[in-house]
């Protein structure tokens, strides 16, 4: 296994440690004796997933609360910026933008 920084997500279930790494990797150990099970490029496969162009999101470089292992979820974004910009005036309803403060 890499360094941590080059695996998007990690997760154990029943006797088996499963990472997403950056190239596209999903890779299989065995948590009892630490052997490589199975390894997956998704690109290659039917899947038709691609997460080479995702980084973890965190709103700030020194954010601790995507960075560390014991994070049980994290939030994936596309490192492609969106091009068209969102009239948020459009995109929500009223009703979501309004204010519930009183003056």
Known sequence: ??????????????DKF???NKK?????WCTV????????????NETG???SNY???SFSD??????????SKVLLK?????LEAVNENEFYDPAMTKSNMRS
């Open 62 to 71: 020194n954010h601790y609360a995507y960075q560390q292992d014991w994070a």
């Open 18 to 20: 499963i990472a997403l």
């Open 78 to 82: 596309c490192k492609t910026p969106v």
């Open 24 to 28: 596209n990797q999903l890779t299989t």
């Open 1 to 14: 296994m890499g360094d941590r920084q080059d695996y998007l997500a990690t997760k154990v279930i029943d």
């Open 49 to 51: 997933q691609d997460y």
């Open 33 to 44: 004796n630490g052997k490589m099970r199975n390894e997956w490029h998704l690109k290659n």
């Open 55 to 57: 980084e973890i999101y």
